[in-house]
């Protein structure tokens, strides 16, 4: 049993490492790949393109022009060496006049150089198909010392054979001894996968121009704008999801709608009852039970106001083009004449589309909570390429690290240290946070270089 224990136990640390390493490059892999689906896509079709023309270049190279090439190259040796038999059994043809006629009709060019030593080898190309077939059937076919250059003449080649009083030079035809046309079967093998590949990138782009769309319009959605113009395009598949978000934004729509219809109906029933309740306050007439009364009935006023609020969130109100800048100096005029410091700061450009009603409320609960227990308050504001960024500053006592989560639950009320809606219902930074969200952002509490609370607004542009 041990000797079986320590097999199973060398497996699976064998197989823990294996999957190590398979995690290991499925993750660099991850990293070269492109991200956008547009992106991959043309990975998609390129990749197996170039596979494809790889193999059958190379499957061409192999099967048509080593082939094709061999057998030029050995007929042409075979020509030489044919030369070289009639050199031998006629030496009465003293000028060689008949033999240069026999190479005229196997279009060779033959002459004669005295005995001597051969050129030495000129440099070789780095890949010579011709060289290496040449020399192979020099050598097998002749058998003796011989001198080639295929790189001297394009259109020529040289072959220098050594015999016993001479030394035999022939001229042939490049394309006599090479199958040449390897630069016809590049230009057109790239010349089509280049249309080919022009179309499918035309074709690919209009297939992902209605996935693009849908993006767009959820993201404008999500964030409280309408996507103008917005229509099921594309296949079919890309049609169906998108006639799916239009049906989905039309039920929440309508869900709104309800709600704010029955909210308006309760409020005004609601408020209706109240306004009796202050004018028979009003007829009683003055008394200090009367007036506890009243500040009861303006507290249960403040009161369902904040639940409709909560409850009706932004009421169906359009985003659109607002100057920050005066929002946040209407913010800071406001926490001056509640008497406290404010200070306001804005970098980058002002101008963000936003529901101005809504986000102005969220950013003035966010302001009274810090004047309601602090004394100095700093305004900043930040608008880059992506996001809008306020941030709200105080000295106050700040809120615990483990409550700033627990903070923003509807109705929760702190007793300790800060109450960000001391005297009211717990629904300010609900309030807040349902704002900001409507906008496709949030809110985040942390620490302020003040010593107090820093709460930071921030939404995309």
């Known amino acids: 049993m041990s000797t079986l224990d320590t097999g199973l136990t060398l497996i699976r640390n064998a197989s823990q490492r294996v ?17 956008g689906l547009y992106a991959r896509a043309l990975l998609i079709m390129i990749v197996p393109m170039v596979i494809l023309q790889t193999v059958v270049a190379f499957v061409f190279m192999e099967r ?10 050995a007929a042409v040796v075979h020509d030489v060496a044919s030369l070289i038999d009639v050199y031998k ?6 000028d060689r006049a008949q033999l ?4 005229q009709r196997m279009q060779l060019v033959v002459d004669f150089l005295p005995v001597g030593d051969l050129p030495p080898p000129g440099p070789k190309p780095f890949f010579s198909l011709l060289d290496q077939t040449l020399s192979v059937q020099l050598g097998r076919q002749i058998g003796r010392p011989f001198w080639i250059d295929t790189v001297g003449n394009s ?16 001229f042939a035809q490049r394309s006599s001894a ?11 093998m790239l010349g089509t996968s280049s249309i080919l590949l022009i179309v499918s990138v035309l074709f690919l782009r209009n297939q992902i121009k209605p996935i693009l769309r849908l993006a767009d319009a959820a993201e404008s959605f999500g964030k409280g704008r309408e996507a103008p113009n917005f229509r099921p395009r594309g296949a079919r598949e ?8 239009l049906e989905m934004k039309a039920r929440i729509e309508r869900s709104i709608e309800q709600r704010t219809a029955m909210l308006a109906g309760v409020s005004h029933d609601l408020r209706t009852i109240l306004t009796r309740f202050k004018l028979e306050l009003v007829l009683i007439g003055d008394s200090p039970e009367v007036d506890g009364m009243r500040r009861d009935v303006d507290e249960m006023s403040g009161m369902l106001e904040d639940y409709l609020a909560f409850a009706r969130g932004d009421s169906g109100e359009i985003a659109q083009p607002t100057d920050m800048t005066l929002a946040l100096e209407e913010l800071r005029s406001d926490a001056e004449r509640n008497g406290h410091t404010a200070t306001v700061a804005f970098r980058g450009l002002p101008v963000v589309t936003v529901k101005p009603a809504s986000f102005k409320r969220c950013l003035a609960n966010l302001v009274s909570n810090a004047a309601r227990h602090a004394n100095s308050i700093s305004i900043t504001g930040l608008r880059d390429h992506r996001y809008l960024t306020v941030t709200i500053d105080d000295d106050g006592p700040g809120i615990p690290a483990d409550m ?36 496709g952002g949030d809110i985040m509490l942390g620490d302020s270089p003040m010593g107090g609370l820093r709460a930071a607004v921030r939404i995309p542009v």
């Open 89 to 94: 059994g006629y030496p009465q043809d003293k």
């Open 155 to 170: 259109n020529l080649v040289e072959i220098r054979i050594q015999l016993d009083d001479a030394v035999m030079r022939v």
């Open 404 to 439: 700033r989560e627990e903070v923003f639950k509807p109705f929760l009320r702190l007793d300790d240290a800060r109450n960000q809606d001391e005297g009211g219902t717990g629904l300010g930074l609900a309030i807040a946070r349902d704002i900001a969200r409507s906008h």
């Open 238 to 245: 890309v049609r169906r999801a998108a006639q799916a978000f």
């Open 64 to 73: 048509h022009w080593n082939t094709v090439t061999r057998r030029l190259s």
């Open 19 to 35: 999957s190590a390493v398979n995690g290991w490059m499925g993750n660099a892999f991850k990293g070269w790949m492109p991200s």
């Open 178 to 188: 090479y199958a040449s046309n390897s630069e016809i079967f590049i230009f057109w």
């Open 100 to 103: 240069r006629r026999i190479a």
